[in-house]
């Protein structure tokens, strides 16, 4: 009698709604993840073209210490060909499909651009590269970012 007094009865539906709840709560959560990090590659991919047009303005800084000419013989190749920037910058894309291109040298500076940003993007750039060198929110309005180098 005892046993049969220890013994619990299982109620029917515990295992369904219990199921239920949890994966409410997995497809909660799986939603609330992907909201949170999708965010997270827009600033990648800012935060990779920033390092570049910085690891671009500080390697032409080295190449005008090392010549006679200053910028006037500058550009995206040369850099490269020097082992002052990775290949993949002077011939691949940016993250957001443009490219890094460098242009109107002279010995005492030169444009870098980084093209096809779109405005939001370039505007947010403008912002963060700023402390860098001069650049005008206006140059976002067709999607490219021109920084002017001195």
Same mark, same amino acid.
């Not at 515990?14 to 999708?38: H, M, N, P, R």
């Not at 990779?48 to 080295?62: Q, R």
């Given at each position: +009698?005892?046993?049969? +007094?220890?013994? %619990?009865?299982?109620?029917?539906? *515990?295992?369904?709604?219990? %199921?239920? *709840? ?7 959560? $799986? &939603?609330?993840?992907? !909201? ?10 800012? !935060?990779?073209?920033?390092? $570049? ?5 500080? &390697? ?11 910028? /006037?013989?500058?550009? +995206? =190749? ?14 691949? #894309? ?6 890094? /291109?460098?242009? #109107? =040298? ?8 980084? /093209?096809?940003?779109? &405005? ?11 402390? *860098? !060198?001069? =650049?005008?929110?206006?140059?976002? !309005? ?9």
């Amino acid at each position: +009698m005892l046993r049969t +007094m220890l013994k %619990t009865k299982k109620s029917k539906g *515990f295992l369904s709604l219990d %199921t239920a *709840f949890s994966l409410v709560v997995i497809i909660g959560l $799986a &939603a609330y993840v992907q !909201a949170k990090t999708e965010p997270l590659t827009s600033k990648n991919d800012e !935060a990779v073209i920033v390092d $570049a047009l910085t690891h671009i303005i500080e &390697a032409s800084k080295n190449y005008k210490a090392g010549v006679n000419d200053g910028y /006037t013989s500058v550009s +995206m =190749t040369l850099l490269s060909d020097a082992g002052l920037i990775p290949a993949d910058l002077s011939t691949g #894309t940016n993250p957001a499909g443009g490219q890094y /291109t460098i242009d #109107t =040298t002279s010995s005492t500076g030169y444009n870098l651009n980084a /093209t096809k940003l779109g &405005a939001q993007l370039c505007g947010r750039l403008t912002g963060k590269i700023s402390r *860098f !060198a001069d =650049t005008s929110p206006s140059d976002c !309005a067709a999607g490219t970012l021109t920084i002017a180098v001195n």
